[in-house]
């Protein structure tokens, strides 16, 4: 069974950088893609980006100037990073794994990790 | 991008009767690259359908997808008490995701 475990920073001031790490386990990580989703009572379900195990990445084009996604396949292990955060970055993150065999929906999702920036 | 607008916002429903959610893309999905899933309080999205139509592994009989183009429904027959939560219409396309704002189920 595929479980995602993730952890980060969980407050945050204006202008600092987010940090999320997300771990799979059970599951080989390669031939996959791996989002990262956030979810806010303004915005609802937003998706920020994905990355494999090549460290192909495709990124929500509203957030991609601030977007880095990158992965560790040692560890099976890929991490979220947004800078410059604002009050519009309170969200709680997700991350969640892309199957092909269920025609790129996310199979599988983290238990998420609740971002609040504030200065 | 596709924009997933979901109908009615807030279902109102007794254990039993049947549920019918709505979602509209503003262009066509192609491809059958459409999801739903269901959210409960505290907890992360659940796929439920994939696909338009299928199943994913654990979601009941009772609960079916259908639609095509740009006009998709999940139907709940003869709701159960764990089925009352927020569902979520999810499509892809141009390596890009996109959810509806979601349809409450209540009691």
Redesign the interface.
């Known amino acids: 069974q595929v479980q995602l475990q993730q952890w980060g920073a969980g407050l945050l001031q204006p202008s600092e950088t987010l940090s999320l790490t997300c771990a799979v386990y059970g599951w080989p990580f390669s031939g996959y893609y791996w989002?990262w989703?956030r979810q806010s009572p303004e915005k609802?379900?937003?998706?920020i980006g994905e990355i494999n195990h090549n460290g192909d990445t495709?990124y929500?084009?509203s957030l991609k100037s601030r977007v880095t996604i990158s992965v560790d396949t040692s560890k099976n292990q890929f991490s979220l990073n947004l800078n410059s955060v604002t009050v519009a970055d309170t969200a709680v993150y997700?991350c969640?794994r892309v199957s092909a065999t269920?025609?790129?929906?996310?199979?599988f999702?983290?238990?998420?990790t609740t971002v609040i920036v504030s200065s | 991008e596709i924009v997933l607008t979901q109908s009615p916002g807030t279902l109102s429903l007794s254990p039993g009767e049947r549920a019918t959610l709505s979602c509209r893309a503003s262009e066509t999905i192609s491809n059958n690259y459409f999801a739903w899933y269901q959210q409960k309080p505290g907890q992360a999205p659940r796929l439920l359908i994939y696909g338009v139509s299928s199943r994913a592994i654990g979601t009941p009989d009772r609960v079916s997808g259908s639609g095509s183009g740009t006009d998709f429904t999940l139907t709940i027959n003869g709701l159960e008490p764990e089925d009352f939560a927020v569902y979520y219409c999810q499509q892809y396309g141009s390596s890009s995701w996109t959810f509806g704002q979601g349809t409450k189920v209540e009691i």
Not at chain 1, 102 to 107: I, T
Not at chain 1, 109 to 112: E, L
Request: charged content about 10%; overall charge negative; cysteine-free.
């Open positions: 989002s989703i609802g379900l937003e998706w495709n929500n084009p997700y969640a269920v025609l790129y929906a996310m199979d999702w983290g238990q998420g």
